[in-house]
């Protein structure tokens, strides 16, 4: 790298120089304080490390008992994709497919991106192949949730532990192991870095921000949030599962399950599922439709803090997919005829629905455009 190295901030494209970092340095946009790049000694090799094992242990996590469930003297275990299997023979294939892909295949696929890039970096020259895996470990990144499955499996322990002993088993572990070497390999690989190494073989292009594609931006993330607010209403009416006790069944909204939590003590976890399901779904969608609000009239107030709402806004929307996650667990898990059994409701696809309509309107929306300045006789895009 050279004493100075020219970088470009992709949320409001403002170009800057910073000089060599050092050993835990971080780069800022000085305009809208987002991170543009990080450095850490011996990154490639830590990434590529941890990327490894992330992947045998992701491997290590599928073939074994993955979890137990005992009661009235019955006893279920499930596998990561018995309990896939499960979901498909209730007729829930979708939530199925979801589960599969955001806890199994985009995370392994991310990993072994992130893996072949580090490598190429220690021991090849970057070529289109490379800057081609590059930009779909970028696409992919934001959709793989293997942290929120494992957050969302705790969360479902702990809903049924009064009621029946959980044992963990091998596969359980590798995952939780597969998760931490994830987040490191994550820590690691920074995509400044990556760009500059592939230089002229990935060009990070961005198409030029005029009045067309403003309104088209703006368009477009209108669209997706009235979509996630009428998505919105059957996923807190309708019930996100069914529980079959003695032959009873019992539905459950999702605001019905923070409040039974609540009731039977359990305020961390009750708390946790209605910051997450409730009021993160509510705050992104209030977030975005004001930042969109603000950037169609051309507002050019308040942009740091409104750049920085749209950075936590866009982080934190994913992390909806817990009370998802515990439907599919508990549905895979607790099987036990008449006596004991769980079923997802159609509120489950539904907020489903709305987490990952959320995330795409975050996605269409142009940050670019809280620091865009127009002709002050055109604010209606």
């Not at 609000?293 to 750049?307: C, E, I, K, N, P």
Request: charged residues 15%.
């Amino acid at each position: 790298m050279s004493e100075r190295t020219t970088l470009t901030c992709e949320h409001c494209q403002t170009t800057f120089s910073v000089p060599v970092l050092q050993h835990r340095e971080r780069a800022l946009c000085p305009r809208c304080g987002n991170q543009v790049m990080s450095y850490r000694r011996n990154s490639v090799e830590f990434s590529l490390g941890f990327g490894l094992a992330g992947l045998i242990f992701l491997l290590l996590s599928i073939p074994f008992n993955f979890l137990s469930f005992r009661a009235s003297g019955q006893q279920h275990s499930m596998e990561i994709i018995q309990g896939l299997l499960t979901l498909v023979d209730i007729h829930y294939t979708s939530l199925a497919i979801v589960t599969a892909l955001a806890t199994l295949v985009l995370p392994g696929s991310v990993l072994l991106g992130i893996c072949v890039l580090q490598y190429q970096r220690l021991y090849a020259q970057p070529s289109y192949f490379s800057a081609r895996v590059f930009v779909w470990v970028q696409r992919l990144l934001p959709w793989s949730m293997a942290e929120i499955f494992l957050v969302g499996t705790l969360v479902s322990l702990v809903k049924i532990t009064s009621h029946a002993d959980v044992l963990f088993g091998m596969s359980f572990f590798a995952y939780v192991a597969f998760t931490l070497c994830s987040a490191f390999t994550l820590m690691y690989f920074d995509r400044a870095e990556t760009t500059l190494w592939l230089a002229e073989t990935y060009q990070e292009t961005h198409k030029p921000l005029d009045e067309q594609s403003a309104r088209f931006s703006i368009q477009h993330t209108w669209a997706l949030l009235l979509t996630a607010v009428l998505l919105y209403i059957p996923a807190n009416l309708l019930p996100v599962m069914h529980t079959n006790l003695l032959g009873r069944d019992e539905p459950s909204t999702i605001i019905g399950g923070v409040r039974l939590l609540w009731q039977e003590g359990s305020y961390p976890i009750a708390s946790i599922i209605f910051i997450a399901s409730i009021m993160v779904p509510v705050a992104k969608l209030i977030a975005l439709a004001y930042l969109n609000y603000t950037v169609q009239r051309g507002d050019l107030r308040y942009q740091s803090a409104r750049a920085r709402s749209y950075r936590i806004t866009e982080l934190i929307g994913r992390w909806s997919m817990i009370d998802v996650f515990v439907v599919a667990i508990l549905v895979a898990l607790i099987q036990l005829g008449n006596t004991m059994s769980i079923y997802p409701g159609p509120g489950v696809l539904a907020f489903c629905a709305v987490v990952f309509v959320t995330m795409v309107a975050a996605m269409t929306f142009d940050s670019r455009l809280i620091w865009y300045t127009r002709n002050r006789h055109d604010r209606t895009a």
